[in-house]
DNA sequence: AATGAATGAGCGTTCATTCAT
DNA sequence: GATGAATGAACGCTCATTCAT
């Protein structure tokens, strides 16, 4: 397999059956080449060339390129969580939390640009990746609304309009500057009814407390 | 031509030479066909055939789909900013031209259900469009700066961020009910600044004056 | 029309008819597009849009390429045989004769370099201008017979002899240099049975009587 | 596979490889695809078909017709070459060299019709078979000038005259008579310099020595 | 006579998918 | 399990040809 940034499944799978191993190399060739050209445009031959199998392979293990998208974005935002919560533990304030989560998710799309672009081309086609951010963000959300902090209702929609705040800055700056972190943190914030003053605190704190490196 | 919710290209080109007939009969397949499968899944025949013509003859318009989509998307806002700004004569308040433009807006995408779907397709495919929403917004986005409601940067990620949030509604209820209409331009005022309770009374006296119908 | 180096055709057809004037106008274009593209590789709205007219007009005149290429090769072959002849006048020494005529042909080719090209095409595409150029030779070669000088039957395969040395010169120098014109009228010498000494001497003489210029 | 006058390439490839077997499929009916209809008016699909196998497959091999003809046209040559090489061991006479080497390749082209038509199609269109073709002269031609014979400069255009003349008689007599034959081999030793009475002789000789059969 | 819009058969090419090895 | 040759439907695009104006 190509050399690339981070083989995030092939590192889970080592000493692992051989069957776990190749799927693993489908999974990070799948990402690595749905990032750079995008789900729709990508052909099987590009993630299995890139895996070095054969083309009939990819077959052994999915059914077409749906399937396999699940796989990795379901994968993607097991570890993206995982990550995101490690920081997290103790953390009781909603706003601190929403604002670390977000600015959390974009720094990982700083370190793993590929990811991200992955996991939310995963959300919009798969269904049920939807829901499960819903169950997501819900608890956080509450926290918030208690603590009076939050002017919101929880709904798919607001789900969604996050979702796409976070897709915007993604797509206008894929390196992910610390500028378009904070611009979209604060958005994220504002729409949950902050103040623009407020949110802009609560980023800087965000950033001195939890992001200094 | 099949029968579609709406011929908007057909009606400006009737009487006029029969190119010109037939590119607005293109033009209208089009929009019906990007709104129902989408620009990426639309083939060339797709078009023809709701046109009821030969393939060939796209080749005597077009070079190309995104010719075609670009052609689209430019008619279509033409059409729309000039609906909406029919009714924006005369305001001066910031917040109220921002809620009303957000509020028609989406009432256009409920009227005609295609329209808006495909205009912001063009919008995140043909770049020269995505300045030209700037251009569109900025002198809003400025007087209500100027007045001392919105507190933000204007940039093109600001941009981003309100076509987004409007995006999101669209995908989630393409029927656009008065709830969606209202979530989504109190998103968008929270996002430029103004507090739950404002943007909900700013929102609330927009419908009262001026969508009552 | 566009201009070209010398519109054969249309200059013949001034003051008749119109249709005899657009008639002319596409051989010109013909031999202008054959000439740059090659028969093959020239399509209908190539001669068209050369000749500034509607794609369904070459249809009032030809029901296709091949009907356009023997007109055009044919009207070439007039003119340049009428154009070799004049020179020809009152010479009875067949070699002289035979290498005044390829040497004239080639000069043809230098100054007008679309038509020999076109006409050459034509000749081993359209079957009867085959037989019209075996009549044409047929008279020089058997006065060089009958003189002594020729040992040669003379059959359809020496003709298209005579016709490939011509082409070939033809294709590998398109500019007909004085060296690949000597050349080439040694070879029909040759070809015909003359030694390289004559056919160096006879090309010499040629040359200095009838060429300077 | 239709069946054909002789499967060169398939003959060289039993018992090897599927994949090489396949393309010896494929180079085998353009061939006869060539041959019958000329590369220019030669369809992919017309090999395919005949070849017996998916329009598609021919993809799994080639990027296009030209890189097929490249192949066909060198495989050929080097089967045709290597005949003729065969034959000529031992002789040192440049004449005889010449003539032989031209009168078996007409003789290969008696025996396989479609040989030599598409050799030289491809000699014509493929330019580094130009030059491996003056090559190959190259060394006959040098003896024959060392020993007085032939009166010639080697250039590229002599070798297009000598090419001509070989494709002047395969197009006129595809059959390849001995008339044919022995008129063109004449015409090239006359091209190189030899006098009618010698080119016959030479021609005569090498016909009672060589293709008594 | 000239136009040029419309046609649709035909071709090159791609690529998901199958299956014998 | 892995391979990779073979498939053929599907699509983009061209262009000779027709015909109403």
């Known amino acids: 397999m190509a050399a690339t940034a981070h083989q995030l499944f092939r590192e889970q799978s080592t000493g692992k059956k ?3 191993r190749t799927r693993s190399t489908l999974l990070d060739s799948a990402i690595s080449v749905f990032a750079s050209k995008g789900f729709e445009a990508t052909r099987i031959t590009d993630i299995t060339s890139h895996a070095e199998l054969a083309n009939g392979t990819f077959y052994n293990y999915y059914q077409d390129k749906d399937e396999l998208l699940r ?3 379901t994968g993607l935002a097991v570890e993206i969580t995982g990550r ?3 920081e997290m533990e ?3 304030h909603g706003p601190t939390r929403v604002a670390l989560a977000t600015a959390r998710l974009l720094h990982v799309a700083r370190q793993e ?3 991200l672009n ?3 081309e995963g959300v919009f086609i798969v269904p049920e990746l939807q829901s499960a951010t819903v169950q997501y963000l819900r608890q956080d959300l509450e926290i918030g609304i208690e603590q009076g902090h939050f002017t919101i209702e929880i709904n798919l929609l607001l789900v969604n309009q996050i979702l796409s705040l976070i897709r915007a800055g993604l797509l206008l700056d894929p390196d992910m500057s610390d500028a378009t972190i904070r611009q979209t943190c604060e958005a994220v914030l ?3 009814g902050l103040t623009p003053t407020k949110s802009r605190k609560q980023v800087d704190k965000v950033f001195q407390r939890h992001l200094e490196n």
Do not use: C, H, Q, Y
């Open 90 to 92: 103790g953390l009781t």
């Open 18 to 20: 051989k069957r776990e």
């Open 113 to 115: 640009p590929e990811w």
């Open 84 to 86: 995101i919560n490690d």
């Open 71 to 73: 796989d990795v974005a």
């Open 118 to 120: 992955v996991l939310l």
């Open 190 to 192: 504002r729409l949950l």
